[in-house]
């Protein structure tokens, strides 16, 4: 159960519910580790360094918290302490980010992962148990999504009509509207700043996948595990992106997620300075080319 001080931060910020459960992980971890019940209570140099073991790889993303709830629930609090090494910690991840990214992008080149998704968009069977993995790897081919925006729901226009304003709003869907094949993007990272995003989908295969799979069901998430039971949720939908080329090639060593397929399809057209399909790959992200330079460049 959530303190009253973590409620009340909770109750200000506006998060989806995967964010919010990370933040309520790093959060009780401070406290347990800190022997207390208030972050408040805590050192400020003390909550640094606890940034650090806590976050490990996420220590920016931790110490950021710990800033926003300072901000937040004492704003009188002097964060200067925070705000330096946050700037610091940023800086040097910057000047690492192109070897980082190097190393990431090394382990499958963009002509052998368009080959993959080109050879089961021919050959592969829409009921086949792997071709929910083809789905989504054009999907994050054609549109650049994130894992958030593969939580997708199947309908068609004429329940799509008959749902609330919220639902409408705030759900992914893909409809056929007579023998046009439509996916709307209502939740994901940067819709509250970019709107809804709408794409056609002409691939006969994936029209194919949503007609014939036996997973696919009417107003169902269009994603479905293994043992055909469950659907893929936002607290699980990286398990999909992060198997689907070790599922596709049969192997168990390219640990590769949605973020490094992304960084692998920038990296292609920044090298042949395709800037036009830079500009649609960074529009489809939710994302202005300056993000996109700095973080997913080799350079």
């Not at 940034?51 to 964060?79: A, H, Q, R, Y």
């Not at 939740?187 to 700043?193: D, M, R, V």
């Amino acid at each position: 159960m959530d303190n009253t001080e973590f409620k009340k931060f909770l109750e200000i910020i506006d998060v989806k519910k995967p964010t919010e459960n990370k933040y309520r992980k790093w959060y009780n971890k401070i406290l347990k580790i800190s022997k207390t019940d208030s972050i408040f209570k805590i050192d400020k140099n003390e909550l640094i360094q606890l940034s650090k073991s806590v976050g490990s790889n996420s220590k920016i993303d931790v110490l950021s918290l710990i800033t926003n709830i300072f901000s937040k629930l004492k704003p009188e609090e002097d964060l200067t302490l925070f705000k330096l090494n946050l700037t610091e910690w940023r800086n040097n991840r910057l000047e690492a980010q192109p070897e980082k990214n190097k190393k990431e992008i090394s382990i499958i080149s963009y002509e052998d992962l368009n080959n993959i998704l080109k050879d089961g968009l021919r050959n592969l069977s829409p009921d086949n148990d792997k071709a929910k993995y083809i789905v989504c790897l054009y999907l994050l081919f054609n549109f650049n999504v994130r894992n958030q925006d593969l939580i997708i729901y199947y309908t068609n226009k004429k329940e799509l009509e008959k749902l609330s304003e919220k639902d409408k709003s705030t759900k992914n869907f893909i409809f056929f509207d007579n023998n046009k094949l439509y996916f709307l993007r209502n939740n994901y990272k940067t819709n509250e700043i970019h709107g809804s995003k709408s794409h056609t989908i002409s691939n006969r295969f994936i029209k194919q996948y949503l007609k014939k799979n036996s997973g696919v069901e009417l107003n169902k998430p269009i994603f479905i595990n293994k043992t055909k039971t469950n659907y893929y949720t936002e607290h699980n939908i990286q398990r999909l992106t992060n198997n689907l080329v070790n599922e596709l090639l049969g192997v168990d060593d390219k640990p590769i997620n949605q973020q490094i397929i992304y960084k692998i399809i920038t990296d292609h057209f920044l090298k042949k300075n395709n800037h036009k399909k830079l500009k649609q790959i960074a529009q489809n992200r939710g994302q202005n080319l300056t993000t996109q330079s700095k973080y997913y460049s080799t350079t």
